[in-house]
């Protein structure tokens, strides 16, 4: 039973690491990174469809990404997608491929998007804390079923702390690396 708790809590802490780490991947740093437009969609014969669906997303330079879609008709919708999301770019095309140069990023913008990143680990930070909470709840309920002693409980709730905190020193990992690379200029 208190097993079940134990590893209930860590799978979902570790859900919450990843979740957090896939936003952070999607915040645009100054160079160029293909997850970035992971969240885009383009119109594809009537329905949205993803663009890492419809197109070959690589980066041949640092400040370049090129999206080649395989249906040259797409290129377009490529463009306005992009364009829409309104992430700083400005795509262009050669024809075959749609080119999206990445700019260098200005200091107030790696300020803004350091305080974005902040804010994505808090809220990750309040996930796991979220868990650790359920956890130690589901622990009492054990004790007040009469299944467990007050001293098993007490061992486990340092337990579920101890895994708390490795997470949140995960996430905290995640945000320095993350400020790094947008602070590198």
Same mark, same amino acid.
């Given at each position: 039973m208190?097993?079940?708790?134990?590893k209930?809590?860590?799978?979902? *802490?570790? +859900?919450?690491? /990843?979740?957090? /780490?896939? $936003?952070?991947?999607?915040?645009r740093?100054?160079?160029? /990174?293909p997850?970035m437009f992971?969240? #885009?969609s383009?119109?594809?014969?009537?329905? *949205?469809?993803?663009?890492?669906q419809?197109?070959?997303?690589?980066v041949?330079?640092?400040?370049?990404?090129? #999206?080649?879609?395989?249906?040259?008709?797409?290129?377009?919708n490529? $463009?306005k997608?992009? *364009?829409?999301?309104n992430? %700083?770019?400005?795509? %262009?095309?050669n024809?075959?491929?749609?080119?999206?140069?990445?700019?260098p990023?200005?200091? =107030?913008r790696?300020?803004e998007?350091n305080?974005?990143?902040? +804010?994505?680990? $808090? =809220?990750?930070?309040?996930a796991?804390?979220?868990v650790?909470?359920?956890?130690?709840?589901? #622990?009492?309920?054990?004790?007040?079923?009469?299944?467990i002693?007050?001293d098993?409980?007490?061992?486990n =709730?340092? $337990?579920? +702390?101890?895994?708390?905190?490795?997470?949140?020193?995960?996430?905290?990992?995640? +945000? /320095?690396?993350k =400020?790094?690379?947008?602070?590198?200029v």
């Open positions: 208190i097993e079940d708790i134990l209930d809590v860590k799978h979902r *802490m570790e +859900q919450a690491v /990843n979740h957090t /780490n896939g $936003e952070l991947n999607k915040v740093t100054g160079r160029a /990174n997850e992971n969240s #885009l383009v119109d594809y014969y009537g329905s *949205m469809t993803p663009i890492n419809v197109s070959t997303i690589s041949p330079e640092p400040r370049l990404i090129t #999206l080649t879609p395989y249906e040259k008709t797409l290129i377009p490529i $463009e997608a992009i *364009m829409d999301a992430m %700083g770019f400005t795509p %262009g095309n024809g075959t491929a749609v080119l999206v140069p990445v700019p990023l200005s200091e =107030e790696r300020q998007l305080k974005f990143v902040h +804010q994505l680990v $808090e =809220e990750g930070k309040i796991i804390r979220n650790r909470r359920d956890g130690i709840h589901h #622990l009492h309920d054990l004790e007040k079923d009469g299944h002693s007050e098993l409980i007490k061992d =709730e340092a $337990e579920v +702390q101890k895994i708390t905190d490795d997470y949140i020193g995960k996430l905290d990992t995640l +945000q /320095n690396e =400020e790094k690379e947008i602070l590198e």
